[in-house]
């Protein structure tokens, strides 16, 4: 099974930024979709971008279109997460996961999640 592991958290300052990675340590990323999602507490674990690693196609969702970049490393089998201009609503518990970019859009994701990376927005 496919676990891909999510680093780069932290405690950052409203407005600031912060890089999220994605790595699979034992097999090649190329045949998938990669999707960032995010649990804050008492919510439902929501998508947040995807990124088609065989063509670069990406999404975002609404609320981080223009604050959010997804990148993608085929080389290094890495994917980034560049988080500007980060507020409160942004806190949670970020994961990565492998599937369909179809299915990554629809935030039909049923993981394997991983252990995830925690970010937290405060001042």
């Known amino acids: 099974q496919l676990q891909l592991v999510a680093s780069g958290g932290g405690l950052v300052q409203p407005g600031k930024s912060l890089r999220l990675s994605c790595a699979a340590p034992?097999?090649?990323?190329?045949?998938?979709?990669i999707g960032w999602f995010r649990q804050a507490p008492g919510k439902e674990r929501e998508r947040v971008s995807c990124?088609?690693?065989?063509?670069?196609?990406?999404y975002y969702a609404d609320s981080v279109k223009g604050r959010f970049t997804i990148s993608r490393d085929n080389a290094k089998n890495t994917v980034h997460l560049h988080m500007n201009s980060l507020n409160s609503e942004d806190t949670g518990v970020y994961y990565c996961?492998?599937?369909?970019?179809?299915?990554?859009?629809?935030?039909?994701?049923?993981?394997?999640w991983g252990q995830g990376t925690q970010v937290t927005v405060s001042s």
């Open positions: 996961a492998p599937g369909s970019f179809s299915l990554c859009v629809a935030g039909a994701f049923v993981g394997p």
């Open positions: 990124v088609e690693m065989s063509d670069g196609s990406t």
């Open positions: 034992d097999i090649s990323l190329d045949s998938y979709a």
